[in-house]
Structure formats: C-alpha cells, structure tokens
Nanobody, 121 residues
Framework: QVQLVESGGGLVQAGGSLRLSCAAS????????MGWFRQAPGKEREFVAT????????SSADSVKGRFTISRDNAKNTVYLRMNNLKPEDTAVYYC??????????????WGQGTQVTVSS
C-alpha cells in the first residue's frame, strides 16, 4: 500500500512557474514508477509525465515538453513536477500516481488526492 500526498499547487500568472511535490508513505517508493496526470473541468484525466523507478528514464506529453520536468528523490520518497512558462490551458487538478512506467492511467495502482493549479491570463 502506498499513500500519496500532493502539494505545491496554487494560482499563478501566465508565464510563471510552480513546483509540485508528491510525498509517498511506505518503504517501497523506489519500487514504483511515478506519474503525473491532470484533469481540467469537463475533461478526462490526461497524462503529463512519468519517471522510472530509478529516475533514469522519463517521458512527457507533447503539450508540456520543454516546459515541465519530472524528477524524483528516492531518499525522500518524493516525486516532483517542475512547471515553467505556465499557460492558462495548464489549469487543472494535478494528480501523482504510483505504478508502472507509462502514459496510461491503467499503469498506476495508487493515486493522490490532487492539487489545484490555476493559471491566469
């Protein structure tokens, strides 16, 4: 069992930056690939980025490439999402998830409660 708690969301102007954190409980954090997803009102949850168990491999959605960076610190049981040059269309609830490396929601077994990111124009 893994419990995930996101933090770092908030209101930011377009062009600004935020760093989301996701803290995991338990001793098996390094056994899981981690992912970030987001869900805007009225839309399906969509993939943002994923990172392998050791952090050596990452992948991100085309919509955030070059702006968002996923990273992890296994010693701190934490995964991060650095978001630069934010756009109004990035507004969503952001979720972290633990499971298998990949872009599909079905790859992941555990989910956090989400943190709101709002980007004003």
């Amino acid at each position: 069992q893994v419990q995930l708690v996101e933090s770092g969301g908030g209101l930011v102007q377009a062009g600004g930056s935020l760093r989301l954190s996701c803290a995991a409980s338990g001793r098996t954090f390094s056994s899981y690939a981690m992912g970030w997803f987001r869900q805007a009102p009225g839309k399906e949850r969509e993939f943002v980025a994923t990172i392998s168990r050791g952090g050596g491999a990452t992948s991100s959605a085309d919509s955030v490439k070059g702006r968002f960076t996923i990273s992890r610190d296994n010693a701190k049981n934490t995964v991060y999402l650095r978001m630069n040059n934010l756009k109004p269309e990035d507004t969503a609830v952001y979720y972290c998830a633990a499971g298998n490396y990949g872009a599909g929601t079905r790859n992941y077994d555990y989910w956090g409660q989400g943190t709101q990111v709002t980007v004003s124009s």
